[in-house]
């Protein structure tokens, strides 16, 4: 029953669809396929018979069919079938044979599975009508569509979400906050499955919505950021036009209530206290106060402002942009003994004013700031502070150049002591009373040194030298008089020898290191010992500079070439200075346009006598000579005398004595003497006497006996001692030519010696005698030269003769 029951629901719900589209899908009685009919096709038309055509109606199904039967959706037939199950009907297409099966032999369709139209709207499929025995194609093939029937299975949904808005506070009434839209899956060309329309479930009493296009807007002109910044409204939007039974969906939108200034700034508190020392500099800040503001952002900027009169003088107020705090500074210095306690009024109003809410109040709010001022012991103070003195150059050292006043400020009023800066004036020109302040010269000034001397003074009090002062003090020196004028330059003036006379030869000008305050005036006159001149003249011009010119015709370079004029020069004084300098003039040949040629250099002096000052300068010339002749010949002489008795005292006889001694000959492990045999073959010459000493022979002993008595070298014949005479020479010749030599003659001993050399061997090397028998006491008649020698081979001779003996 209930099956029954639910089909013959289902039945009546697609009548009712099937009559609800027929004003939009006509019903066909007799559909022909694609094709169908056309003239000549031999498939439909056999022997001359009549064409045929497919037979059915539009074809729907309901989505979302939830019965266990299949769905019954329509039937497909052929004009030619006779109920007698002859023809056979197929389907293809989309879902055919899963979704959608027919009965070959009615042609019924059925749908065997649930179907959404929100997923696929309609299905297209193609039909055949074909012979059961012969399997031919009866009827062409025909597409037909299968349109799946919407219901109201899907809700409203908003799909932007979440949704955040704003409006400004205190917006009228209607101000539009933002739009929501809602969307609907069902199909919204058929019924009102797909009609929306939106209403406020939370947030009602602030905001409403349209119910068609989804605008919010607010409902309420009084909305305060203040109170309350930020509200979660709950739209719902519901389909089938909001009647009974339509789906709906919700989302909720918070609505951000934004900020303007219509709150004015205020100070927390009415009266402020502060307290600073009276020495604190100027900027120095006090404190800081801020009123406060109820809005945000740039609402909230503030700028603040004394506005009374003793404030504004005395202290700054400045708006700290990070914190909006007023800043109150020190504007002039305090002073703890002339007011202890100031009064400020500040004041703070916002940057940026709404005009639209002028009418809520002033924008401004002011409070009261006491600043108490704290005593220090503080140091002295310059009264007044000119810090410009004056004093004549030629002041004498003591003279008063000016005083300085300083006064303890603080109300123990201590005394002042004074003292200078000695950094200031390492040369201690100037010196001050301690205890007047009184500043005098302490060395004779000059202002042409230094025309301004800048020195710091110091002030302290006299029981606390911490607290000290400073005051820069310039000191201008006045000009005196006492530099004389002098020429600008050595001036040297060129005459042609054709020159004639009131020629300009040169214009002369001069300088003075005096600056007198009237301006400088300068004089000029040729010198009293150029009176006698007659060549040239000189013309003072009047503004401080002369000319000088020719006196007569024509100039003679044979006789004279150069010509010295003496210029006086005076300034104005006082008193008036003067002095005298030289202008050289040259004669010069000149050619026909006056371009001078050449000029000779011998110089003729205009005047006859020499001035005082050149005369010195000759006589210190003079006077250095004499003195430098003198010092070289003291010191020649000096020389000479030093050299005389270092060769009187040079007897050549200093015996050399060293710690290391050799082996002599019998030391044969050191050195190998077989070299030196080898060279040479030594023989023994014995002297004919065998006597004593010098002293022992006659006085006409034959000195070639005494010079044999000595071994001597036997020259080998085969020996070449070329090389060796050839040095020898070539530095006897190098010594006979330097003089730079001593004045003595030099015994140098080589170690060889060449032919024919007068003086046998003194070397006792090798010897063919024995030590024994040789007799050195000869060596004691050579001289005291040889003294020290003769007295060593004696003592070795006596040595000797204990041991025999």
Request: with cysteine; net charge negative; hydrophobic share 35%.
């Amino acid at each position: 029953m209930a099956k029954g029951l639910q089909g013959f629901l289902w039945a009546m719900l697609l009548l009712f669809c099937a009559i609800q589209e027929l004003g939009s899908w006509a019903m066909h009685t007799a559909v022909e396929g694609p094709g169908l009919g056309e003239p000549g096709d031999p498939a439909l038309l056999a022997g001359g018979r009549v064409k045929r055509g497919w037979v059915w109606n539009q074809f729907f199904v309901v989505e979302e069919y939830t019965g266990t039967e299949p769905l019954y959706v329509g039937k497909i037939h052929s004009d030619s079938d006779e109920g007698d199950g002859s023809i056979k009907y197929t389907i293809s297409g989309e879902g055919a044979g899963t979704i959608f099966l027919i009965d070959e032999i009615t042609g019924d369709i059925h749908a065997t599975e649930r179907l959404d139209r929100e997923q696929k709207t309609f299905y297209t499929l193609r039909a055949q009508a074909r012979d059961r025995q012969t399997d031919q194609l009866l009827e062409p093939e025909s597409e037909f569509i299968i349109k799946v029937q919407d219901i109201n299975d899907s809700e409203p949904r908003f799909l932007e979400g979440p949704y955040i808005g704003s409006v400004a506070e205190l917006s009228p009434v209607g101000t539009s906050v933002m739009q929501v839209m809602a969307s609907d899956a069902d199909d919204p060309t058929y019924g009102s499955s797909a009609r929306v329309v939106y209403s406020v479930l939370e947030g009602e009493q602030h905001f409403t919505v349209d119910s068609k296009t989804g605008v919010i807007r607010t409902a309420v002109a009084d909305l305060d950021r203040e109170t309350q910044d930020r509200y979660e409204v709950v739209i719902r939007a519901t389909d089938m036009a909001g009647q009974l039974g339509g789906l709906s969906g919700s989302t909720t939108v918070t609505i951000v209530v934004t900020d303007v200034n219509d709150n004015p700034p205020r100070f927390p508190q009415k009266m402020y206290q502060f307290s600073i020392v009276e020495t604190a500099p100027v900027g120095t800040a006090i404190g800081r106060v801020k009123a406060e503001d109820s809005d945000v952002g740039e609402n909230t900027d503030m700028t603040y402002q004394v506005k009374d009169e003793e404030g504004v003088e005395m202290f700054k107020v400045t708006t700290d942009s990070n914190t909006q705090e007023a800043v109150i500074t020190v504007q002039k210095p305090l002073d703890y003994e002339s007011k202890k306690v100031h009064t400020v009024v500040v004041e703070a109003l916002n940057k940026f004013v709404d005009p639209r809410f002028v009418d809520l109040g002033t924008f401004r709010d002011q409070t009261i700031v006491r600043v108490s001022v704290l005593d220090v012991d503080e140091p002295p103070e310059f009264r007044p502070p000119s810090n410009l003195m004056e004093v004549q150059e030629d002041a004498h050292v003591g003279s008063v150049v000016g005083v300085v006043t300083a006064l303890d400020p603080d109300t123990a009023n201590h005394p002042v002591r004074y003292a200078i800066d000695r950094s200031t004036d390492a040369e201690r020109i100037f010196d001050i009373d301690a205890k007047t302040g009184a500043i005098v010269t302490g060395k004779v000034l000059d202002r042409e040194t230094a025309g301004w001397h800048n020195i710091t003074v110091l002030a302290m009090e006299a029981d606390n030298h911490s607290q000290v002062s400073r005051a820069s003090l310039r000191i201008r020196i006045l000009d005196v008089n006492d530099n004389p004028p002098e020429l600008a330059t050595p001036y040297e003036a060129a005459v042609c020898e054709d020159a004639k006379p009131g020629q300009l030869i040169q214009t002369i000008s001069v300088v003075d290191r005096d600056e007198p305050q009237s301006g400088h005036r300068f004089y000029f006159t040729l010198a009293p010992e150029a009176t006698n001149n007659h060549h040239f003249s000189l013309l003072d011009i009047q503004d401080n500079t002369a000319a000088v010119h020719t006196q007569r015709v024509g100039f003679n370079r044979q006789e004279q070439d150069v010509y010295l004029l003496p210029i006086l020069v005076v300034d104005s004084g006082p008193p008036a200075l003067s002095s005298t300098g030289t202008l050289t003039i040259r004669v010069c040949g000149c050619d026909s346009s006056g371009a001078i040629q050449s000029c000779n250099s011998t110089a003729y002096v205009v005047s006859a006598t020499l001035s005082p000052g050149a005369l010195i300068a000759l006589l210190v010339c003079v006077l250095i000579l004499v003195v430098l002749v003198l010092l070289i010949l003291t010191l020649k002489r000096h020389q000479k005398s030093h050299l005389t008795s270092e060769d009187d005292e040079d007897m050549r006889d200093n015996v050399i004595k060293y710690n290391d001694e050799g082996g002599g000959e019998q030391d044969t492990e050191a050195y190998d003497m077989s070299a030196l045999r080898s060279l040479y073959d030594f023989s023994e010459i014995k002297a004919g006497d065998g006597g004593g000493g010098p002293g022992e022979g006659a006085p006409g002993r034959n000195p070639s006996s005494e010079l044999h008595a000595l071994p001597q070298w036997v020259q080998s014949p085969d020996l070449d001692f070329s090389v060796f005479r050839d040095y020898i020479c070539r530095k006897v010749e190098q010594a006979d030519e330097d003089l730079s030599v001593p004045p003595y003659d030099s015994f140098q001993t080589y170690a060889f010696e060449g032919s024919d050399s007068p003086v046998p061997s003194l070397s006792s090397i090798n010897t063919w005698s024995s030590g024994s028998e040789q007799d050195f006491s000869y060596l004691g008649g050579w001289g005291p030269r040889f003294r020290q020698l003769a007295a060593l081979y004696a003592g070795r001779r006596a040595d000797e003769d204990s041991e025999d003996s």
